[in-house]
């Protein structure tokens, strides 16, 4: 057979995994880790979050620190002002050089049209990665008028490209209605099977575990609140709370005021991914009440450790793709509602454990490399990304 052309490959991301801890960051990390050791010139241009030079090479990826990192929120919400400083100060970064493809994620969209701008210039193919489609909460997160630019912006975004990835079906779903091709490729994110089926446990075991950046969206106030509604009939139930982020005060003061004591352990983002398997593995469910997830790298992670997991039954919340009856409960967004799902977690958990294992299973990183890689050739072939759905290559 001949030899696969060696492709060089940009992604763009504002933020860079591990300097920032998130879903996105992290796939694009994961993605660009694994098709570079496949013998690909990877690139990731980002904020720079590290000292010293602006482009290292960190486990065979070349980083691009473009600009210096600035804060990704303000009152709650992320700022325009690092969306625009990063959008303008992309297409003069990417133009010494030439790239085969260049995978764009699709927030904080500014940097899409930048993209676009240098693509056009250089005949080059462009994806946009999608990992969650807004549309009318964009209402709801800014307001009126803001929240129309929003939307438009979006909108606009949609049309810069006929190469998309989509990361789950509801975002596939959810893309078609700002006007997105029914045709979208769903390539998903993942987990490192082996890796997380290695780690051991960690020594100081809880019942309940969230993970995540403490943002409104994820309504870690609400599980608090759940918290105490269970603790009535189970005192001794423990919570660990894993994460960092704008609403980081006030969840911290609502466990002072509550009288918890070290029944609930609330600590900042661990630095190694090893660490969060590791409680994840010393803990029995997972809840995660978002009400907006493109997709739920953490909710895949807990699946893979054994851990059933709670989440909102929210239409843009895309960690729904992940439950069924044998890997998780779906609940409204009260306490009350939460702490009923959480307690049936909780007395089923070790019933659940193999099949939430099974389920994640399929959602190995190597697997979704490869995908990526068929994807990418397809585009630079122009013959048109392959539609590929739930982890397979159709």
């Keep these: ?9 940009a992604f763009v991301c504002d933020v860079i995994y591990p300097y920032v801890k998130g879903g996105v960051e992290k796939r694009v990390w994961e993605l660009a880790v694994r098709l570079a050791a496949r013998g690909h010139d990877v690139h990731i241009f980002g904020m720079q979050y590290w000292d010293g030079d602006r482009i290292l090479v960190k486990e ?23 969306a625009l400083v990063f959008g303008l100060r992309l297409l003069p970064a990417l133009v010494p050089y030439r790239f085969d493809i260049i995978d764009c994620q699709q927030f904080p969209f ?8 240098l693509t056009m210039l250089r005949r080059t193919p462009l994806v946009i990665t999608w990992h969650e489609v807004w549309g009318d909460e964009w209402y709801t997160y800014l307001g009126g008028g803001a929240g ?37 490729p769903i390539i998903p994110n993942g987990v490192d099977i082996r890796r997380i089926a290695a780690a051991p446990a960690a ?8 993970a995540g950046r403490l943002i409104r969206e994820k309504h870690v106030d609400l599980l608090v609140e759940a918290y105490a509604v269970l603790s009535v009939a189970h005192p001794s139930l423990r919570l660990q709370i894993i ?29 190694e991914h ?19 997830e493109g997709f739920g790298i953490t909710a895949l992670e807990a699946l893979a450790c054994g851990l059933p997991v709670v989440t909102a039954d929210r239409p843009a919340n895309a960690i729904r793709d992940l439950i069924t009856e044998e890997t998780g409960f779906l609940c409204d967004l009260t306490a009350d509602s939460l702490a009923q799902a959480i307690s049936g977690a909780l007395g089923r958990y070790g ?9 994640a299973s399929g959602y190995d990183w190597d697997c979704i490399a490869a995908e990526c890689e068929v994807n990418y050739r397809s585009v630079i072939n122009k013959r048109g990304p392959g539609v590929v759905g739930d982890g397979q290559t159709s």
Excluded: Q
């Design 60 to 82: 065979g990826v070349i980083l691009h620190g473009i600009c210096p990192a600035r804060p990704l929120y303000a009152n709650g919400r992320r700022t325009v002002g690092e």
């Design 243 to 271: 994460g960092e982020g704008p609403e980081s005060d006030a969840v911290r003061e609502l466990i002072r005021k509550k009288g918890f004591g070290n029944l609930v352990d609330i600590r900042d983002f661990v630095k």
């Design 203 to 210: 020594p100081d075991p809880s019942d309940i575990i969230f």
């Design 110 to 117: 500014f940097s899409c049209f930048s993209a676009k701008a």
């Design 274 to 292: 090893d660490d969060l398997i590791a409680y994840m593995k010393a803990s029995k469910v997972c809840v995660l009440p978002s009400t907006r």
């Design 1 to 9: 057979m001949p030899e696969k052309k060696r492709m060089k490959i």
């Design 351 to 359: 019933a659940m454990k193999e099949h939430c294992i099974a389920a």
């Design 148 to 184: 129309f630019f929003g939307k438009s912006v979006e909108w606009l975004v949609a049309r810069l490209t006929s190469h998309v990835i989509t990361v789950s079906p509801t975002t596939a779903r959810r893309f078609i209605t700002i006007g997105g091709t029914l045709a979208t």
